[in-house]
């Protein structure tokens, strides 16, 4: 039993981490000619660098110390609200978020060419492990290497189930919160998350290809139509960044980019194994990607889409889970697998989606 029994420490202590952040609240403060950020405990950073309060109200700005200066900043990225990050900064995030996915699919595909290639066992970093493109997933080889010898992909749909109820009952009270859609988008990711977690928890068959031709042309044709069903969020996410943007073509933009990253799975990838992974990566591309095409750097729309309490609650959801994604096929064999393996992709996945309440 050594998978996970150091990672259920891990996991107790990020969840709590991730709650404290994101209730972080921010004491607005309104100065002459100038809206600031203040927050509760700035009151007392200059106690701790040794300067009295009243000598710290009547001084002028420039003769701030620098470590005051530095302090104040880390409390407002920990507050992360709207008051405190830029628009400019949520779009380098975007880009970032972007890249990453880009270059994670990248690899992805340049992987699974190898993977008819006898040399594969050789191939290191930065392909993806063997163990990995067989599975679909980071998991442990032996059952008996998990907690109670239920294998990680048994352990992850229990993982997904405790934190949808977990987060029933922490959220219940918040459901009818005015001018919050935070039912809607508890019910929506909850409903994501037990279909997801249920195809891990009840061990699904997803082997084989999703069109060959041992499958016939009519299963064939059922699974592309499945498959472009389930990542219809492309074009409604893409139309409606495209929308909140003013800008024209979001309809045809998010049709092209839908079948386009249809076509990349159903040729390129083709191993049924990684739908869950593909539907993840539609989302991102969909979501990230267009925002970053649309809006402009400095365009205060882009604030819109961080409802929860805290920007930087979503921004550190985001990084996170989209880290674990890239990491989990590269790092697996080595040492990911011991810890918890796609464990962490579902909790980080359900941290990012919980980030958007209020």
């Known amino acids: 039993m050594k998978l996970l029994n150091s990672s259920i420490a ?3 202590l990020s969840l709590a981490t991730f709650s404290s952040v994101s209730e972080a609240k921010l004491a607005p403060t309104t100065f002459v000619g100038k809206s ?22 009547h001084a002028h700005p420039k003769s701030k110390s620098k470590s005051l200066s530095a302090l104040s900043s880390l409390t407002r ?49 930065p392909f993806f492990n063997k163990q990995v493109l067989i599975d679909g997933f980071c ?52 409903a994501y998350t037990l279909f997801h977690g249920s195809i891990h928890g009840f061990e699904v068959d997803q082997t084989g290809r999703l069109v060959s031709d041992e499958n016939g042309l009519v299963m064939n044709i059922v699974g592309v139509v499945v498959l472009a069903l389930i990542t219809a969020i492309t074009p409604i996410g893409i139309k409606g960044n495209f929308d909140q943007a003013e800008k024209p073509g979001g309809l045809a933009t998010g049709i092209a980019v839908w079948l386009g990253l249809v076509a990349f799975y159903a040729i390129g990838i083709q191993e049924k ?39 930087m609650a979503t921004i550190l959801a985001a990084t996170a ?8 096929p590269l790092v697996c064999k080595n040492w990911f697998a011991s810890v918890g393996g796609h464990i962490w992709f579902d909790v980080t996945l359900w941290m990012l989606m919980m980030s958007h309440m209020k």
Do not use: H
């Open 77 to 125: 990225l920990a507050g992360g609200s709207a008051e405190s990050v830029s628009p400019a900064f949520t779009y380098y995030m975007d880009i970032f978020w972007t890249g990453l996915t880009v270059v994670f699919m990248a690899v992805w595909l340049m992987s699974m060419q190898k993977f008819n290639n006898s040399s594969y066992e050789n191939v290191k970093f």
């Open 139 to 190: 998991l442990a080889q032996e059952k008996s290497e998990t907690l109670f010898g239920l294998g990680t992909l048994k352990l992850c749909g229990i993982v997904d189930l405790l934190l949808v109820t977990f987060s029933y009952f922490k959220y219940k009270d918040s459901f009818d919160v005015e001018g919050s859609n935070n039912k809607l988008i508890y019910f929506a990711s909850a």
């Open 36 to 57: 600031k950020a203040r927050f509760p405990n700035e009151a007392s950073l200059s106690e701790v660098l040794g300067e009295p309060e009243q000598k710290q109200s």
């Open 10 to 12: 891990l996991l107790l």
């Open 273 to 311: 194994v990684f739908a869950l992974t593909f539907i993840n990566v539609t989302i991102f591309l969909s979501i990230f990607g267009s925002r970053a095409l649309v809006f402009d750097k400095d365009d205060e729309k882009r604030l819109d889409y961080y409802k929860g309490k805290t920007i």
């Open 321 to 328: 889970n989209i880290v674990v994604m890239c990491f989990e």
